[in-house]
Structure formats: C-alpha cells, structure tokens
C-alpha cells in the first residue's frame, strides 16, 4: 500500500491548481440480505478489475494475552476450506495470472485480488468460501505460528526502527488498544492456539461485519449478479462489533530511552491527535493532514529543507498522519541525526521545537500552504489512477464508519483548509502534554 508516486508530482507543479481536479468515478452500493455491504466503483480505462474484501477487525480489537491474533488468522485462511486444500486458493489464482494478498491493521483485516473481469466470479467463489467455511485445523496453525514468529524476529527484533516505533506505540496509547502490535507480542505468538482462532473467526468473520469493494472495468448489475449468486448464499450470523478505541485528550508528556546497533541517534515524537472518524469536524483532520505535508512532505518542507539540508542536522527527517482509523491517531516526526554532528538528541529536539513554535506563533503563508495543498492533492490523483489505491480509500472508509463519498471530496475539502486552521491545529495538538517520545541512542559496544 506504499506506492511511490514522484512522476506525477513532478508533473504536477506545471499545472493550474483547477486542474488537478478529476470526475468522480460512478460509484454504487447496496447491502446483501444477509448483512454483506458491496460497493461497486466503475473504472472502464483498462479490462482489469479488483475486488477486496473488508473485515472491520483488526489488531485493535483483540483481547490482552491474545495480540496477533488478527493477523495470525489472516494467515490461516489460506489454509483450507469446504472447497479448497492447503494452498489451492492462491495456487489457482497464480494459474489466472491474478495479483492477490491480504493484510491486516488495527482496525481492519483485508482479503484482495486483482484479476480481468471475466474472472470476477473465481474471486468470489473462492473469498466466499474462505469466510464461511475455513478449517482452522491445529496441525496447520502450529507451524504456521513459528512462521509468524520468524516473521516477527525479522520485521521487528532485528530492526532498530521497527523496535522503536513498537515501543513508543505502546506509551502513546495508555488509554486503549492501540498500542498493540499488529504481529502480537512474542510472548503471545507463543501461545495463541487453534481454538482461539476458531472463536476470533466465528465471532468476527461475519456478512455483517464486512465490506466488499469492487473497482475496475465491471458494471454494477454484473458485480450484483455475481455477488449475489457466491456470497448472498451465506447465512447471517452474529458476530461481534468493533468498538471505537478513545485515546486520552493530554495523556502527559512520555519518553522512553533505547541504545540499538545503529550508526547515528534517531529521534520520534509522536502526538495524539483524532482521527477523521474521531475529530469533531474534518476541517481539523484535513489541517493536519496539511500540516504534515508542510512539514516534511517534500525537500522543499521545513523540516527537510531547513534542519536536514540548510543546518544539516539530520541526515533525514519525515512526518506521518494516518487519519483512516477507527480510533485516534498519532501525528508523527521521524529524525535521523547527523553522524556528524556534535549536538545531542536533546539539543536537535529542542531545534524541532523552535519550529514548531514558529508555525503556532504566525501562519504560514499562503504561498508555502497552496504548495503544499497542490503537492498533497497532486499525489492522492496519481495514486488513485490505479484501481487498488481506490479500493483502498473506499474500503478503508467504510471500514471506520464512513461514507465511501468523502474520497470524492476530499479536494474540494482541503481547498477550503487557511493559513489560520495550520496554526490552529499546531497550537492545539502539538503540544507536550499529547507528546511520546523516543531516543534511541548508539550502543556502545566493549571491545
């Protein structure tokens, strides 16, 4: 789901802010009678179509003692069905040519494949299957655990980044479950078993609790014909809703202090902040979504351009703000010192400070925040060319509780976004009292 996108940036620059504006896509919903929603967005540039199949249950929803828990069930899916062995799933759409994988998050775990249209209904059928009749089987689940365990060892206890990033999540979110690992504590993965699979699977994996999105060269009769014939056929069921995973407004300021194997110090500061299905008007969202972009969203943003190239003080910076989730988010600052530099962690903090408090104390000018407004919607066109990407947004949308009409205006939206709302939501959410932080320090090794 990182997909670079710099071509289109480039060209952007050239164009009239007007143009950068699309037609939306024709776009449809309606909702099975067993509890199942279906959108169905029209995308008719190229014969290709993907489908993606959204469960709202994700990292976020698990129970202490049972971290990874979403994740490992993921996994598991492709283990066997009423219709399918170990394996046969993915090894007849390999045979299609399809692209398909599955994912999970804190609040969603998803299931996708991307195919021609003439093949929809192989994708239903098998995905159909898939959620309502998977074995589960505790010969199966036992490997595949030490699987995710491996996975684990390799993506986050031999990362230095990875390590950070897990721990400074865990005092970021003192109030919810947020700070969970996706993967699950190792700890956990040791000691999950099939039969707590089987209830996450039957108390979770439900018409009901799902969103099927459809996006490319179909036409919404077809996709309704095919969804009801695989998927209508499946009973509703009960199953357990998601809840909404509240964060703290000013938890405290919070830090934490790590020495890995690395070549220069790095620093994170993490704020709490909403999230679009959690702040009380978008206009927030769409500021900070803004702010962060203005911040270190290009070579030209503050960051970058004034503390990593003009004082080099960092040999990289970057910003992140994730405003699709159930629960609140964080608005993050990631910086790399300078090996050559002499000054510490402390000292590089507090430069980051001043330019924070330069934003809270005058707005940015217009010319430096229409920049970044371009930059920010010039990339969100050139992403959504691509039919996952709009599955994506519309998928995970829904997912939180929202209406998959807010991708279609989203520009006009951040058009509206004034120097004033940047320095609002600066002097608002960035500030110590919503702060996380984490040093992490060069281990000194004992030669």
């Known amino acids: 789901m990182n997909i670079a996108r710099s071509r289109m940036l480039l060209f952007s620059w050239l164009l009239p802010f007007s143009a950068l504006a699309e037609p939306a896509q024709p776009t449809h919903e309606f909702t099975l009678d067993n509890g199942l929603k279906v959108v169905v967005r029209e995308d008719h540039r190229a014969p290709v179509v993907t489908s993606q199949l959204w469960f709202k249950v994700g990292s976020s929803d698990e129970p202490p003692g049972q971290s990874g828990l979403s994740h ?44 021609q249209p003439h093949q929809l209904a192989v994708a239903f059928e ?194 992140e703000y994730n405003a699709l989730y159930r629960g609140d988010s964080l608005f993050t600052l990631n910086a790399h010192l300078n090996s050559q530099s002499a000054v510490s962690l402390d000292q590089a903090q507090s430069r980051i400070w001043e330019l924070l408090d330069e934003l809270k104390a005058t707005p940015p000018d217009p010319v430096e925040l229409e920049r ?8 969100q066109i050139y992403d959504r060319d691509g039919i996952e990407h709009q599955a994506d947004q519309l998928g995970a949308l829904e997912s939180i509780g929202l209406s998959w009409r807010l991708m279609d205006e989203d520009a006009d939206e951040l058009n509206q976004v004034t120097p004033e709302d940047i320095q609002r939501v600066a002097q608002t959410y960035l500030t110590r009292q919503r702060l996380s932080t984490a040093h992490v320090l060069v281990e000194k090794t004992h030669e």
Request: hydrophobic residues 40%; glycine residues 4%; positive net charge.
């Open 126 to 319: 098998l995905t159909a299957d898939m959620m309502s009749t998977a074995r589960l089987r505790a010969e199966d689940f036992i490997p595949e655990l030490a699987v995710i365990r491996e996975e684990r060892r390799l993506r986050v206890d031999d990362e230095p980044d990875s390590i950070a990033q897990e721990r400074l999540m865990r005092i970021a979110h003192p109030a919810s479950s947020n700070g969970a690992p996706i993967i699950g504590w190792m700890h956990d993965l040791q000691r999950l078993n099939a039969e707590e699979l089987r209830h996450w699977y039957q108390t979770r994996y439900a018409p009901g609790n799902a969103t099927l999105v459809i996006v490319g060269d179909v036409t919404l009769e077809k996709v309704k014909t095919l969804a009801e014939r695989y998927f209508g056929a499946l009973p509703a069921k009960p199953f357990v809703a998601a809840k909404t995973s509240l964060e703290l407004a000013e938890p405290g300021e919070r830090k934490i202090t790590l020495r890995q194997a690395i070549s220069a110090p790095r620093l994170i500061m993490a704020f709490n902040v909403p999230s679009l299905a959690t702040a009380e008007n978008r206009r927030t969202v769409h500021a900070l979504r803004l702010l962060n972009t203005l911040l270190a969203g290009s070579n030209s943003a503050r960051l970058s351009k004034r503390l990593q190239f003009a004082e080099r003080l960092f040999s990289s910076t970057s910003s």
């Open 72 to 115: 490992a069930l993921e996994h598991m899916l492709y283990k066997g069905s009423s219709k399918t062995c170990v394996g046969e799933a993915s090894a007849i759409l390999d045979k299609l040519g399809a692209s398909h994988n599955a994912f999970t998050d804190k609040d969603v775990t998803t299931f996708y494949q991307t195919l």
């Open 372 to 379: 970044a407004r371009t930059h920010l919607i010039a990339r």
